[in-house]
């Protein structure tokens, strides 16, 4: 089973609008959770990375929150353009000594005029 | 800076056929990793390294070898190549930090490999 799970699959949004993208996981011991966004044919790119105590981080239109009690995070994209098409994932790392990342499947984020 | 350079971008392979996936970065990193990505699931850890000379299996080695001679370049190796092998495959890399792992990992563009 998956450790984090990320919903929904896929979206589309009218330019403009605001989403939020949902990550649950069960990751243990927690480290941190990342977001990373993902072009078509690209590789991922960091948008937050967010430590146990930090319950809010935000990067230009992307607001990410944790919530390490309940083990899910959000990300938000505020005021939506058609270059925030892409796949958003939810990563989490764990305490161990190299920092191993278990990667969500990702949210398919699809921005339309 | 380039970043994370990874070739080719491309490969069609027969099965059985082996081959190379080069990647190099320029930022001096000490920790490197490959990943590769299938429909629908998240990445998975193939291999990694901390440093020149010093390499560890993921959660998905079988299949493959890597080498690390320089701080720069983390090849891998695929040796008999089969289809379940079909994946885009990353490499990244990431500064090694004060903290324990809170640095962002640099991905390449990726390598697309399909086995035939």
């Known amino acids: 089973k998956n450790q984090v799970e990320q919903s929904p699959q896929s979206l589309i949004i009218l330019e403009g609008k605001n989403c939020t993208l949902q990550?649950?996981?069960?990751?243990?011991?927690?480290?941190?959770l990342r977001w990373y966004k993902q072009d078509t044919g690209r590789g991922p790119v960091s948008l937050t990375i967010m430590t146990f105590s930090e319950n809010t981080k935000s990067n230009g239109r992307y607001t990410a929150t944790l919530d390490a009690d309940t083990k899910q995070s959000s990300l938000h994209i505020t005021a939506s353009q058609l270059s925030d098409s892409a796949s958003y994932i939810c990563v989490v790392g764990s305490t161990d000594s190299w920092g191993k990342l278990q990667f969500g499947a990702g949210t398919q984020v699809v921005v339309t005029p | 800076n380039a970043g994370v350079t990874q070739t080719p971008k491309f490969r069609i392979l027969k099965i059985g056929q082996s081959m190379t996936l080069q990647c190099t970065q320029d930022?001096?990193?000490?920790?490197m990793y490959w990943y590769r990505q299938d429909p629908g699931m998240g990445l998975k850890l193939i291999y990694y390294?901390?440093?020149?000379?010093?390499?560890d299996k993921g959660e998905v080695p079988n299949g493959y070898n890597v080498s690390r001679s320089t701080t720069e370049d983390f090849p891998l190796r695929l040796e008999l190549a089969a289809p379940s092998q079909t994946s885009v495959y990353f490499c990244?890399?990431?500064?090694?930090?004060?903290?324990?792992?809170?640095?962002?990992?640099?991905f390449g563009d990726g390598t697309r490999l399909s086995i035939l």
């Open positions: 390294s901390v440093g020149a000379g010093i390499t």
């Open positions: 990550c649950n996981y069960t990751v243990s011991p927690f480290s941190n």
């Open positions: 990244a890399s990431r500064d090694r930090g004060a903290g324990l792992s809170n640095q962002p990992q640099h």
């Open positions: 930022m001096n990193h000490n920790y």
